[in-house]
């Protein structure tokens, strides 16, 4: 018996990551063969849902596998194209973004297509949660709100591509002095917040805006996000978090932070204040909402001979820019003063 040949659809993003994936369109194609698959690939537009639109097509006519290649929201968009269906076919990613907080979960090499693509020939599956918000949206790393998840879409996108992460970190400096409380009333498994927040994340991976230690114990396939409130808008205050975060994790021991495991949330805001909701690193709608753990959603390729079920150690390259922000927020206070 003939065993039938099995179909993979590499979706890209051409201009992610200095436009990387226009190298290396063509190696990625041969190691997708060598590894048994009849490959072929589409280059995403600037039309609304290109990536998601295709990622559709792709499921429905019946490809096995269908690679993502881009930054987290060429990611996220593939998802939203997949999520909705009964019948789902694995992912890969290839992360070419600014902080690929999905590839730093599944330890895939990041901005090295080629090495990336070597993962799926591992055959190391990961049955990973996926987050569902407002009934038709998908997320796969972060909802997020609060002053400085706004920093997302200050960003300039040419800021983005030139200085990838430290775009974001320069710009949190400056918005730090405007973080403000919002009254909040959150629902959760085992209970209700009420009381004044920053920042609210629903985290569904220990990786968020590049810092793998914000959620240190979260698992990727158990069935719930890891809900962190933090309880203070004084920026001195924040920058010491900051470092507990730096320093392994211990933030969350601290008062000033809510650290939460549910399987669903609800945010309903106490004031005429507008809460933007961030999903994976795009403006998602506005609070109220409800967000819900699809567990063991889609599975995707991964490094999974490299990801712990324990807090795992902080990106170096990152530790040493995330200390310069913290550094600069001291000097902001000190300004103050």
Do not use: C, W
Request: hydrophobic share 40%; aromatic share 8%; charged share 20%.
């Amino acid at each position: 018996m003939v065993q039938e040949t099995k179909r993979a659809r590499l979706i890209y993003n051409p201009v992610s990551g200095q436009e990387i994936m226009k190298k290396h369109i063509a190696d990625v194609l041969h190691i997708l063969e060598q590894l048994g698959y009849e490959a072929s690939a589409f280059q995403t537009t600037a039309e609304p849902n290109s990536a998601m639109d295709e990622a559709t097509r792709a499921a429905l006519t019946g490809f096995d596998l269908v690679i993502a290649a881009g930054g987290d929201g060429t990611i996220n968009e593939v998802v939203n194209g997949i999520a909705p269906l009964k019948q789902r076919p694995h992912m890969a990613i290839i992360p070419t973004g600014t902080t690929n907080d999905f590839a730093r979960a599944l330890k895939i090499p990041r901005n090295n297509p080629i090495e990336a693509a070597k993962i799926i020939g591992k055959q190391q599956l990961v049955y990973q949660d996926i987050g569902l918000a407002y009934q038709d949206s998908y997320f796969i790393n972060i909802a997020a709100t609060g002053s400085l998840t706004e920093l997302t879409y200050s960003v300039p996108s040419n800021m983005k591509t030139m200085f990838g992460y430290l775009a974001y970190l320069a710009k949190g400096v400056e918005l730090l002095p405007q973080i403000s409380n919002a009254p909040v009333k959150i629902t959760y498994d085992d209970g209700v917040f009420e009381g004044d927040v920053s920042m609210i994340f629903a985290a569904l991976t220990n990786s968020v805006g590049g810092f793998e230690q914000i959620a240190p114990d979260a698992k990727l396939d158990d069935g719930n996000f890891t809900l962190i409130l933090v309880k203070t808008d004084n920026f001195l205050e924040i920058s010491h978090l900051i470092s507990l975060v730096i320093q392994g994790g211990k933030h969350i021991e601290d008062p000033r932070v809510e650290y939460i495991k549910t399987s669903q949330l609800t945010i309903e805001p106490q004031s005429d204040q507008r809460m933007m909701i961030n999903l994976d690193g795009e403006y998602g709608g506005d609070a109220p909402i409800t967000l819900r753990n699809l567990k063991n959603h889609i599975s995707f390729f991964a490094n999974t001979d490299e990801i712990s079920g324990e807090a795992l150690s902080f990106d170096p390259e990152l530790k040493e820019i995330a200390e310069k922000f913290a550094h600069k927020v001291e000097d902001l206070g000190e300004t103050e003063n």
